[in-house]
């Protein structure tokens, strides 16, 4: 067995100093041999206010330089047992959302054909849809845990079907999701008409409003998700605007009144046991974020996601 790959130690090099790949992994070429990967999509071109997501992944990989490979709050070890790699980012067409769309799914169309799990550091909320296609091709119709302060299930914006407020309806209609095993979690804020929630419900949808979170563990909320998912193929699809923008303002369409940051742990950390083949971290947006929290979030939220996926050990 091929030894596998560990983060760049802060005591071989200064962590203000290397690649700024992601956790300061090896950056590979292909996913073959890789149980895991992380993938950027530097796409904002689905965006509806705020710009920047396009910067998103290189953000979030210069924070990542600070993390460790050991999860001590759950004694999740994934570097012992999973071959992990920063596979970089999806050459996507700055000029066109319609060829970027197909890019990106023709991208993780071929890393799930190794067996590789893609962990994507977005880019705006649109590329969950391309993600989702390669992803249902593969394994069928995926259970979904989606974070989000918003539904994203709008028929159009502005005329157009694709973009970073449609990718679930997109996804129902094109048969991805199991739909009595979709969770949209945290959603919130003011909306057009009621149907921008009722919609989802109808379709079987659990959708679980924020405000009916506030103060609360997350983790019998979890519990719940798993009994009702079981063993199907499972999607993490985690936008940041789901938490509140005390702790992440670094986004393009925030929303007062969202989650906490241990209550998004909580969510991530509950997915350990579902069938987990795919996941991603969605809509930061770095020139509103000029301390870097955001993006420092946004790094850790995904290595919680590396350390639920199926096969990693705890110690």
């Known amino acids: 067995m091929n030894e596998l790959n560990q983060p760049l130690s802060g005591n071989a090099m200064p962590r203000f100093g290397g690649i700024a790949s992601m956790m300061r992994l090896p950056v590979a070429e292909s996913a073959a041999g890789l149980d895991a990967a992380f993938i950027g999509v530097p796409l904002d071109i689905g965006t509806s206010h705020r710009p920047g997501t396009r910067f998103g992944p290189r953000q979030i990989r210069a924070e990542s330089a600070l993390l460790r490979p050991y999860n001590m709050a759950t004694g999740a070890a994934p570097f012992d047992a999973l071959q992990v790699a920063d596979l970089g980012d999806v050459p996507i067409n700055t000029y066109s959302l319609e060829k970027s769309v197909a890019i990106i799914t023709a991208f993780y169309r071929e890393v799930l054909a190794t067996g590789c799990t893609p962990l994507t550091l977005g880019g705006d909320h649109t590329i969950a849809l391309p993600i989702l296609r390669a992803v249902a091709e593969r394994h069928g119709p995926v259970a979904l845990v989606h974070v989000d302060a918003h539904a994203d299930i709008n028929d159009d914006m502005f005329g157009e079907r694709i973009a970073h407020g449609t990718p679930f309806r997109r996804a129902v209609e094109e048969g991805l999701l199991k739909n009595d095993c979709v969770f949209q979690i945290g959603l919130r804020g003011s909306g057009y008409a009621a149907d921008d929630f009722d919609w989802p419900r109808a379709q079987g949808f659990t959708v679980v409003p924020a405000h009916e979170l506030w103060y609360q563990s997350l983790a019998p ?95």
Do not use: H
Not at 244 to 256: C, K, L, N, Q, Y
């Open 221 to 315: 909320l979890m519990t719940r998700v798993r009994a009702q998912v079981g063993e199907a193929p499972c999607y993490l699809s985690f936008d940041i605007d789901g938490i509140d923008p005390a702790f992440a303002g670094g986004t393009g369409t925030p929303e007062v009144g969202g989650l906490t940051v241990p209550q998004a742990l909580e969510i991530i950390r509950g997915c350990r046991g579902l069938n987990l083949v795919g996941c991603d971290l969605v809509e930061v947006s770095p020139p509103y974020d000029p301390s870097g929290n955001t993006a420092l979030l946004a790094a850790n939220l995904l290595y919680e996601m590396l350390c639920v996926l199926p096969g990693v050990p705890l110690r």
